[in-house]
């Protein structure tokens, strides 16, 4: 079993910057990947970001060059740094980690993003 914990969610004015944080715990392969995932409300859950075992990452369109996702290999964390943020960003953010050879995805309980003045 794997646990993610999410933080970093809030309350931030257009243009604001939040730095989201997932720590993974469990059993933990060597070799995984994770992620970055949103849900707004009456909408589906889209990806964010992703970060593989290589380092490789890859981005939403809609966040390329405001969102940076890093992760921390010592702690089992990953991080999203997300810059001029707008409404369009609010959403109920996710983290999730793949591994294994079925690619089993966990998911962490989620943390809030609004982002208004």
């Known amino acids: 079993q794997v646990q993610l914990v999410e933080s970093g969610g809030g309350l931030v004015q257009p243009g604001g910057s939040l730095r989201l944080s997932c720590a993974a715990s469990?059993?933990?392969?060597?070799?995984?990947?994770m992620g970055w995932y949103r849900q707004a409300p009456g909408k589906q859950r889209d990806v964010v970001a992703t970060l593989t075992t290589t380092g490789g990452t890859e981005y939403a369109d809609s966040v390329k060059g405001r969102f940076t996702i890093s992760r921390d290999n010592a702690k089992n964390t990953v991080y999203l740094q997300m810059s001029s943020l707008n409404p369009e960003d609010t959403a109920v953010y996710y983290c999730?980690?793949?591994?294994?050879?079925?690619?089993?995805?966990?998911w962490g309980q989620g943390t809030q993003v609004t982002v208004s003045s």
């Open positions: 999730n980690l793949v591994q294994g050879i079925a690619r089993y995805t966990y």
């Open positions: 469990g059993s933990i392969f060597r070799l995984y990947s």
